[in-house]
């Protein structure tokens, strides 16, 4: 792309999550065009999605039978609200489907247009449920370090990443922060399992110093996404949700990376024994192809506010929460998801992932790998004085044509579900080449 056309592609559209001036200066890489795993730019390059986007076009990218669900569903009905009495049929069938796909009595769906708005309903929801059970003063939140919960006002707040604090205070009060359970970089400095799971402990700690009485909800990912692909280890989940039960505090996941197959079970959290009172979903349930998002609240939760009765009205909703078009997508997205049998695809290829990425352990530069179903990180440490290192090594995959992200301290990997086993392979063979490239090692897989 010439010069001119790269600067005229971000004249008028603001690109976030990366330098404004650098994009002035340079351009973004406009895509154009996309097939399964592979998505074309402008200069007609093509490069494999080794991130499925932004985590989320799982079902990979041009399906026709989306295309044809959202076409038929503008041609029937463009649009209703579930707001005010109304109603839409696209909406009630995704949000059974739902409620099927979904663990325990997580069966009641309140739709959103993305993650951010699912987690800012989870803050409202939540204290809505305590006032009407008669506990107004149940209004905080605790959330993990690292955490990233969206970059509205107040998933921002839940969000435990310095750069989305810094600058766009006063944040939301009322957070509580305690330590992720990071294993391979415990902020308590412990190991596992001599710990006994010490991090999980300090959410009891946390809830006797500021009162149960005063918090409405834990919120965590069962799997961090962008803090790095954090797996907590055996036990950690169901001892959270044991000191939720035990001390009436709503345990909350956010499923936004890791729901509807990523990590070769239906939900993250499924990888323990433990349910959740509340699970947040955007990205997977529409595979991307339009925005939609949503937060599940169990059946105890929502019968709260039909307990309430009729003179009380729940003053929480957008006017595209069940949006007929994004759900009539939602739906076709389910039924790939289900034909194809792509939980279980991811399961069986994450193996593969997992036992290819564990060979760049060999990489001098390799701190860690980490890997659940079909969504990785390679963790790297930058040698001192240069620049990061994981810049270093998505830009060079880039030149390679394979997408990955950089993330703090890691390359994280992401791809579609559907991804054939040579592309995984040689997303994995490119991060090796480039590392080896980079660091001088030899190639090791
Ligand atoms: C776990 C998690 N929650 C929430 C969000 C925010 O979602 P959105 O960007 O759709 O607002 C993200 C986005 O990456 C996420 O990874």
């Given at each position: 792309m010439s010069v001119a056309k790269r600067h005229s592609a971000s004249a008028h559209l603001i690109h976030a999550f990366d330098s404004p001036a650098r994009i002035a200066k340079s351009g973004p890489r406009t895509l154009v065009r996309g097939k399964g795993a592979y998505v074309w730019d402008s200069d007609g390059n093509r490069y494999l999605d080794g991130l499925s986007s932004l985590w989320n076009v799982s079902v990979g990218h041009g399906r026709v039978e989306i295309a044809q669900a959202v076409e038929a569903q503008i041609r029937t009905l463009s649009y209703a609200p579930t707001l005010l009495g109304f109603s839409s049929e696209p909406a009630q069938e995704l949000a059974r489907r739902i409620a099927a796909w979904?663990?325990?009595?997580?069966?009641h769906v309140l739709f959103t247009s993305g993650g951010s708005e699912s987690n800012e309903s989870v803050i409202r929801l939540a204290r809505i449920y305590w006032k009407l059970r008669?506990?107004?003063?149940?209004?905080q939140f605790i959330a993990l370090t690292e955490?990233?919960?969206?970059?509205?006002t107040g998933a921002a707040t839940l969000t435990g990443l310095e750069k989305f604090h810094r600058d766009f205070g006063?944040?939301?009060?009322?957070v509580e922060r305690i330590a992720r359970?990071?294993?391979?970089?415990?902020e308590l400095g412990l190991r596992h399992p001599e710990c006994m799971l010490a991090c999980a402990d300090l959410l009891e700690q946390t809830i006797e110093r500021v009162g149960a009485d005063q918090i409405a909800a834990f919120i965590a990912e069962p799997i961090q996404g962008v803090g790095g692909v954090i797996v907590p280890p055996p036990g950690y989940h169901e001892r959270v949700r044991d000191i939720c039960t035990r001390h009436d505090i709503l345990m909350v996941c956010d499923?936004?990376?890791?729901?509807?197959?990523?990590?070769?079970?239906?939900?993250?959290?499924?990888?323990?024994d433990a349910v959740p009172d509340m699970m947040v979903f955007a990205k997977g349930i529409s595979s991307g192809y339009v925005p939609l998002g949503g937060v599940s609240l169990s059946t105890e939760i929502y019968d709260a506010f039909v307990d309430?009765?009729?003179?009380?009205?729940?003053?929480h909703g957008f006017t595209?929460?069940?949006h007929p078009v994004a759900c009539a997508a939602g739906l076709a997205t389910l039924d790939i998801l289900e034909r194809e049998d792509l939980v279980n695809r991811a399961a069986v290829l994450g193996k593969r992932l997992a036992s290819g990425l564990d060979q760049?352990?060999?990489?001098?530069?390799?701190?860690d790998v980490r890997s659940i179903g079909l969504m990785a990180a390679v963790e790297l440490a930058t040698p001192?004085?240069?620049?990061?290192l994981p810049e270093s090594i998505r830009d060079a995959a880039l030149e390679q044509k394979i997408i990955i992200r950089a993330s703090g301290d890691n390359v994280v990997l992401c791809p579609p579900l559907m991804i054939e086993e040579s592309d995984l392979d040689r997303l994995v063979d490119t991060i090796d080449s480039v590392l080896a490239a980079t660091t001088g090692d030899p190639v090791i897989v």
């Open positions: 979904t663990p325990g009595s997580l069966d008669g506990h107004s003063d149940k209004t955490a990233y919960h969206g970059s509205t006063p944040l939301m009060p009322g359970p990071h294993c391979g970089g415990c499923e936004v990376i890791t729901g509807f197959g990523r990590t070769g079970k239906r939900f993250g959290i499924e990888h323990w309430a009765g009729h003179d009380f009205a729940l003053s595209y929460s069940g760049l352990r060999k990489h001098s530069v390799v701190r001192e004085g240069s620049s990061s």
